[in-house]
């Protein structure tokens, strides 16, 4: 009931503040924090690829758009098209490092190595929360010790943020934190 009041609201702000046009940076800015919504929250890939694609449309460069949009279709079973758009985005932003954490989790699952190479050159582009904790996960699964000090930057960088992934999304053995 409390997430129903609170995708209302959500909802109802997102309506309030989108023109019908993207003609400002303010526009695109509103409507990139609703695609991320979409698609970190309520796991809606459509509406998160619709709202992407009119952001691309007003902005056909914007990186943050063509990211939202690549992790979004890899989940509606466009697999080969969101891979595209990735080598996309590598190809204009090379040293991006999302690009690379896009593709590590797109081959987390499949060929562990290829995704632990992508992983690596993410963090060496950009050490963020979520390429060291995704790329502890992956060590971890494929038994190599060095797991530990990717989980020990993140701490590092977020205690809160971190405590919460280790109780709800870390998978096998919650490790002491």
């Known amino acids: 009931m409390l997430m ?11 309506k309030k503040e989108r023109s019908a046009s993207l ?88 060929d562990e190595e290829k995704a632990m190479t992508h992983l690596t050159k993410s963090l060496d582009l950009d050490e963020r929360f979520d390429n060291l904790v995704t790329t502890a996960q992956l060590a971890y699964f494929i038994g190599k010790p060095d797991y530990q000090q990717y989980l020990d930057k993140a701490k590092r960088m977020d205690p809160a943020r971190f405590r919460n992934y280790m109780e709800n999304c870390w998978t096998y053995e919650v490790l002491p934190i």
Not at 34 to 57: Q, S
Not at 62 to 90: C, P, V, W
């Open 23 to 110: 003609d400002s940076p303010e526009d695109i800015l509103i409507a990139l924090n609703e695609a991320r919504y979409h698609h970190n929250f309520l796991r809606d890939e459509k509406k998160t690829i619709k709202l992407c694609d009119r952001v691309l449309r007003a902005d056909p460069k914007n990186r943050d758009a063509m990211l939202i949009k690549a992790g979004a279709l890899k989940y509606i079973g466009k697999r080969k098209e969101s891979l595209n758009l990735i080598h996309a985005i590598q190809r204009e932003w090379p040293d991006h490092w999302e690009s690379y954490y896009l593709l590590g989790l797109h081959f987390f699952n499949e």
């Open 4 to 14: 129903k009041l609170f995708r209302k609201a959500i909802d109802a702000i997102f």
